[in-house]
Nanobody
């Protein structure tokens, strides 16, 4: 079993920055993809960014140029640096980890961007 714990959410004004962190623990496999999804109020969960174990990245269009995903595989951690935040970035952000057919989720951390 894999456990994911996020941290770093909070309240920030538009134009500000936040950095989310996620730590994975448990029985971990070397080849994996880690990333972040978000669920805005009243909407479905959506992909934000993912990074593979070989550091290939992919971003949702609306966050390109503002968000940066990175990982420290030695610490089993993934980060999401969020700059130039907008009110529409307000959501619960979830860390995720894919290992083959299995996908694991963290409990989520709230990010609120005020205008």
């Amino acid at each position: 079993q894999v456990q994911l714990v996020e941290s770093g959410g909070g309240l920030v004004q538009a134009g500000g920055s936040l950095r989310l962190s996620c730590t994975a623990s448990g029985r971990l496999f070397m080849f994996n993809v880690m990333g972040w999804y978000r669920q805005p109020p009243g909407k479905q969960r959506e992909l934000v960014a993912v990074i593979s174990s070989s550091d290939n990245t992919n971003y949702e269009d609306s966050v390109k140029g503002r968000f940066t995903i990175s990982r420290d595989s030695s610490k089993n951690m993934v980060y999401l640096q969020m700059n130039s935040l907008k009110p529409e970035d307000t959501a619960v952000y979830y860390c995720t980890r894919l290992e083959g057919p299995r996908q694991y989720w963290g409990q989520g951390t709230q990010v609120t961007v005020s205008s």
